[in-house]
């Protein structure tokens, strides 16, 4: 069974330069079913459902996530990004970056890519 979903165009899901793996912006999307979530919080653990999946393909998980950058569909979802983010990281958190984006892919709510350090030290 696949746990990443399928891209949507003509990009890697990810890439590796140096000590960093770079992920592409991952959809909210079920690699099952190839379907989007429905609502906000199911489509945002999603996305880092799918960021964390990518990452364990490389024996690593979101703690080796230094850097993120969030697209929401709207920013009033912005305080409840912040919630389900401190369910899923840890101080210190990642440097983060979050848009508000006039559309996405799908119609999502939101996309989320990441950096990740291979190791401890860079």
Same mark, same amino acid.
């Given at each position: 069974? +696949?746990? =990443?979903?399928?891209? !949507? /165009?003509?990009? #890697?899901?990810? *890439?590796?330069?140096? +000590?960093?793996?770079?992920?592409?912006? %991952?959809?909210? =999307?079920?690699? &099952?079913?190839?379907?989007? &979530?429905? /609502?906000?919080?199911? %489509?945002?653990?999603?996305?880092? #459902?799918?960021?964390?999946?990518?990452?364990?393909?490389? @024996? $690593? #998980? $979101? @703690?080796?996530?230094?850097?993120? *950058?969030?697209? $929401?569909?709207?920013?009033?979802?912005? @305080?409840?990004?912040?919630?389900?983010? &401190?369910?899923?990281?840890?101080?210190?958190?990642?440097?983060?970056?979050?848009? %508000? !984006?006039?559309?996405?892919?799908?119609?999502?709510? =939101?996309? !989320?890519?990441?950096?990740?350090?291979? *190791?401890?030290?860079?």
């Amino acid at each position: 069974m +696949n746990t =990443i979903p399928k891209r !949507v /165009g003509p990009y #890697s899901i990810y *890439t590796i330069e140096g +000590n960093i793996l770079y992920t592409s912006g %991952q959809l909210p =999307i079920c690699p &099952e079913s190839d379907t989007l &979530e429905t /609502g906000f919080e199911a %489509q945002c653990r999603r996305a880092f #459902s799918n960021i964390a999946n990518v990452l364990k393909s490389e @024996d $690593l #998980s $979101l @703690d080796a996530i230094f850097k993120l *950058t969030i697209y $929401l569909a709207d920013l009033a979802h912005f @305080d409840e990004l912040n919630r389900i983010m &401190e369910t899923l990281f840890e101080e210190p958190y990642p440097i983060r970056t979050a848009y %508000q !984006v006039a559309s996405l892919p799908r119609n999502a709510l =939101i996309e !989320v890519e990441a950096m990740a350090r291979l *190791t401890k030290t860079l």
